[in-house]
């Protein structure tokens, strides 16, 4: 297949293009710098210039692909505070491909994040079956999932809060650098609440598998471990950094991690059992804890973000 990627420069990225070369694919990655355009090219893919807002050079360039995976996502104006642009013009993005893609019985593969789903209020262990009406990323969801009624084969891989890989967490190296800044390794209230996790070369596989046979309108849960305990990051972190590890008080928890307060303290337990009966996906690769008290992969730690 012709694969066109947007995000293609990212983190996840990093090992979906791998992954699709290694299948046989051919892949072209949207790329809105130079400093992005060479990353992709140095992954193996050809790179069209542009970015979530140029939506006819989007509309373009999924008509002329035989597939679709979008990663993409304004995680700098997230981080900025302004969730709500981000998500806005995520949906714009989807909404736009997904005209361009109608009737075509193509596969388009978009993300989500299963933190999406305990901000929209669910409770309990997250299965593949739940879902919200409306909500920050759940509306391009939707959108997407819904593309299925309309001649597109469409799927969603909802991904966790610590995608994890060589010195990238997701969430996590966020709270690394919060700790670094800080001199305190936090949690909120105890720290028993729980964020699902997977290391990205599982995820690369599961976008693959998704874009080869995901049945039309298929959520999917790139998880590998159900939840781990914040308390538990918050103590491998605060060991390695060699800070101290302790409860950040409510009223407090804005000033001390920024965007990352209306996440912190959200259990979201998450299974992917349906996932891995549906396309067959087994993840392989170490857990969170093991790679983040690993020192080599610890010592050249980022703080990138890749999912909510």
Known sequence: ??????????????AVIPELLAAGHEVT???????????????????????????????????????VIHLAFKHEEQHAGDLAGAVAADLRAVE???????????????????GALALAGLEGLLTEHDVRTAGPRIDAENAVIALAGQGVRTSVVRLPPTV???????????????????????????GSNRWPS???????????????????????HAVAEEGIALRDIATVIGRRLGVPVAPVAA????????????????????????????????????GLIPDLDDEHTFAVAVDMTTAA
Request: hydrophobic share 40%.
């Open 1 to 14: 297949m012709r694969v066109f990627i947007t995000g293609a420069s990212g983190h996840i990225a990093s």
């Open 29 to 67: 990655g949207l790329a809105r710098s130079d400093r992005a355009a060479a990353t992709v090219r140095s992954l193996g893919a050809d790179v069209r210039r542009g970015d979530l807002d140029d939506l006819d050079g989007l509309s373009a360039a999924v008509r002329e692909a035989d597939g």
């Open 96 to 114: 736009t491909m997904g005209v361009a893609l109608r009737g075509s019985d193509k596969p388009f593969v978009g993300t989500s994040a299963t």
């Open 164 to 190: 994890h890989s060589l010195g990238r967490y997701g969430f996590g190296s966020s709270l690394i650098a919060i700790a670094r800044a800080t001199g305190v390794s936090g949690y909120v209230g105890d």
């Open 198 to 220: 997977v290391d990205t070369r599982d995820v690369g596989r599961l976008y693959r598998l998704a874009l080869e046979s995901a049945p039309a309108g298929s959520r999917l």
């Open 251 to 286: 009223e407090e928890a804005e000033r001390h991690f920024g965007f990352l307060s209306m996440f912190i303290g959200l259990d979201s337990p998450t299974a992917s059992q349906i996932t891995r009966d549906t396309l067959g996906w087994t993840p392989a690769r170490p």
